[in-house]
């Protein structure tokens, strides 16, 4: 498939964390050719079984990325306004002016705004604007927008993917759903390609809100060995590059304790071996990504992290290079292709 027409449709489709509904159904449809067993965990990840070919029983490889995006909540509706708080990391400074789609009891275009600053206080002019000063405004009066609007109803950013130069798009939701392209991406080439390990593809839910979706499904799942695909920092204008990666040339491996040596020294064999460049990217402690939550699921679970650099993390403008998800998706396919039937991370065969 066309990556491009692939984040596009992912990218465009809203599911805040905890209200996934939509992508999921996405994902769903996605992934419904490419799997034997597609099924509905009991927080709404959605988890599929691509088996492998290996003696039984075979040993399982996770791959989880998750689909939830940040956005707003309705908080309270005021004179036909509409109050809001967050849902995830929201930046409070980049929400005056956006567009915005309230998904009340139907989808209602809306715009997120403030007082002119012709009206605020010069004192104030310089601060950000705080949340009981933002409100969104979908064009209709109080009765309408009580009738259509309860609070509690989620909002989501509207934002349609641009294609920029250089192979490089921005979107909304980039984070995560580069990383669930790529593991679409990973299971199309799977399809064709004979692997020992039963593949079990998530794509989890509430992970921008506590990795709720990641820690019920790796319960669920029992694997082996399990991998994590997320997004990390691409070097832009005002980052040290000590603390982000280049874009365009390539995914990230996580290596840290969060992470299993063996599951990173095969990752880096995989790039190594199919010529797909990388990067390490240190992670002292917990990566604060489903691959925490994977790890210390049970009683342990052996685990590895890909990422994605992206620009403007948590804002609607999320940029990307096309070339870095289908590396992620190679990656990820030469890692699961490589797993012989016999392998098995253990702690004492450290490098």
């Known amino acids: ?84 708080t967050a849902v995830g990391g929201i930046d409070r400074r980049l929400l005056p002016g956006l567009e915005v789609t309230v998904h009340g009891r139907r989808d209602l275009p809306g715009i997120v705004g403030m007082r002119p600053p012709h009206v605020v206080p010069a004192s104030e002019r310089e601060r950000t604007v705080p949340w009981e000063q933002l409100f969104v405004d979908v064009g209709l009066g ?40 790529a593991v679409t991406l990973a299971l199309e080439e799977l399809r064709r390609t004979a692997h020992d390990w039963d593949i079990v593809a998530v794509a989890t839910v509430q992970e921008e809100v506590g990795l709720y979706g990641a820690t019920a499904s790796t319960y669920a799942a029992a694997p082996d060995l399990g991998v994590a695909v997320d997004v990390t920092f691409a070097r832009q204008a005002g980052l040290s590059d ?15 304790p969060n992470f299993h040596p063996q599951v990173v020294e095969r990752l880096k064999a995989a790039a190594d071996g199919h010529e797909i460049p990388y990067s390490i990217e240190p992670a002292p402690g917990r990566s604060g990504t489903d691959a925490w939550a994977i790890q210390v699921s049970r009683e342990g679970v052996p685990s590895g992290l890909v990422s994605i650099p992206i620009r403007y993390m948590h804002q609607p403008v999320e940029t990307g290079a096309v070339k ?7 990656l990820l396919a030469a890692l699961a292709a490589g797993l012989e039937a016999g392998f098995r991370p253990r702690w004492e065969d450290e490098p």
Do not use: C, Y
Not at 6 to 19: A, C, F, I, P, V
């Open 1 to 84: 498939m066309e990556t491009i027409d692939l984040l596009k449709r992912l990218s465009e489709t809203s599911g805040l964390s905890g209200n996934e509904g939509s992508i999921r159904e996405v994902v769903r449809e996605l992934w419904s050719p490419l799997v034997d067993e597609l099924q509905e965990g009991g927080l709404g990840s959605l988890i599929g079984l691509q088996r492998g070919s290996g003696p039984e029983p075979r040993a399982r490889l996770l791959l989880a990325a998750h689909m939830d995006e940040i956005g707003l909540r309705v908080s309270g509706i005021e004179r036909g306004f509409l109050r809001v």
């Open 242 to 256: 000590e603390r982000a990666f280049p874009l365009g040339e390539g995914p990230t491996i996580g290596v840290g």
């Open 142 to 181: 109080e009765a309408e927008v009580r009738r259509l609007v309860r609070v509690g109803d989620p909002i989501s950013f509207r934002r349609e993917l641009v294609e920029l130069k250089n192979g490089r798009v921005a979107g909304k939701a980039l984070d995560n759903r580069a990383s669930v392209a």
């Open 324 to 330: 870095d998800v289908e590396r992620a998706g190679r």
